[in-house]
């Protein structure tokens, strides 16, 4: 067996998430008693509002939370990856779990991050749009006739037959129309407070690289799979300058999942809040045997079924 963790990215949060984890383990008590950031992240996370919740800059450091109370958890159970992706915010979990941030660090990042999302997306009339039942050469098609209305990019690469568009709101609105002309499913408006990995964030982008100069980024105990190129990094590349651009370029996660599979990889836990990224990997090959984990429930089932299979 072959192990990959990925983590959740933005949402998939709840009111309530990452609670039973702290009820049943003391290791999750000691993460969220610990975090020193400038809100409470154990009570909103816990209790909401979930209007405060689903804002950006707010829910970053609430799911990061559940996922290193998660890692922690199956690390001393015995449980360790050997390969790690995450979908968006889920990329800062990975590198958590791989050790190129600690736990500190970690949380004053993506506070940080979440803050320069939410600061960038301000005053830009902008919407994404998930499209279902469309390759990607066709959409490509209905984005290039759609940009005479403005700014359209696809932001994600999600698995087989769902991607996400975003950029300026008559763009996105034009594209998703042709969309639907072209053969499309169905095109369904998603809840963002931004224009989450596109150029249009590039305010984000250089209030990250500047925060970057003063971060410690440790050597990785993990192979890490990045959003912006579906595989490891190469010894050229560095990871402040991917984790710059994953802010404001596109996010292949089908691309992240192949290559997973590609290096030997044939079990995967979903760590996080939902079951979102577990739906997109069954599109992607139902061959892989899959796992979740987001509260106690969860975490019981999936030790003791990678136990027997370990």
């Given amino acids: 067996m072959k192990l990959g963790f990925i983590f959740a990215g933005q949402g998939s949060q ?19 008693d610990g975090i020193d950031l400038d809100f409470d992240v154990k009570a909103l996370s816990f209790e909401g509002p979930e ?10 450091p609430c799911m990061l939370a559940v996922a290193i109370s998660a890692v922690k958890i199956l690390k001393a159970a015995g449980i360790t990856p050997d390969m790690v992706c995450g979908l968006s915010l889920g990329e800062y979990s990975a590198l958590a779990c791989a050790g190129v941030f600690d736990e500190k660090t970690a949380f004053e990042v993506i506070r940080y991050r979440g803050q320069a999302m939410a600061d960038a997306a301000k005053g ?8 279902l039942g469309l390759d990607r050469e066709t959409l490509n098609t209905c ?24 950029g300026e709101k008559a763009a996105v609105a034009k594209a998703a ?22 150029a249009l964030l590039k305010e ?11 971060v410690t980024f440790h050597d990785m105990q993990v192979p890490v799979v990045f959003n912006t190129l579906g595989r490891e990094k190469n010894a050229d590349e560095n990871i402040p300058a991917i984790l710059t651009k994953q802010v404001m370029s596109s996010v292949y996660f089908e691309d992240c999942i192949r290559y997973m599979l590609s290096q030997g990889v044939d079990t995967i836990v979903e760590i996080g809040p939902g079951k979102v990224l ?18 106690q429930e969860s975490m ?11």
Avoid: W
Avoid at 204 to 214: C, I
Avoid at 278 to 295: A, H, N, P
């Fill in 51 to 60: 209007e405060k919740l689903n804002l950006t800059e707010y829910t970053q």
């Fill in 300 to 310: 019981e089932a999936t030790i003791s079924a990678l136990k027997e299979e370990l």
């Fill in 204 to 214: 984000a982008s250089l209030a990250l690289e500047k925060k970057f100069k003063d």
């Fill in 143 to 166: 984005i290039e006739e759609a940009s005479q209305e403005g700014y359209v990019t696809i932001s994600n690469y999600n698995c087989p037959g769902q991607l996400v568009i975003g």
């Fill in 14 to 32: 709840y009111v309530g998430m990452g609670k039973s984890l702290y009820d049943h383990y003391e290791l999750a008590k000691e993460v969220y």
């Fill in 124 to 131: 830009i009339e902008c919407s994404m749009v998930a499209v």
């Fill in 278 to 295: 577990s739906g997109f990997v069954k599109k992607i090959d139902r061959s892989i045997r899959l796992y979740q984990v987001q509260d």
């Fill in 177 to 198: 129309e042709l969309a639907k002309a072209k053969g499309a499913k169905r095109t369904m408006p998603l809840k963002t407070s931004g224009p989450f990995h596109t």
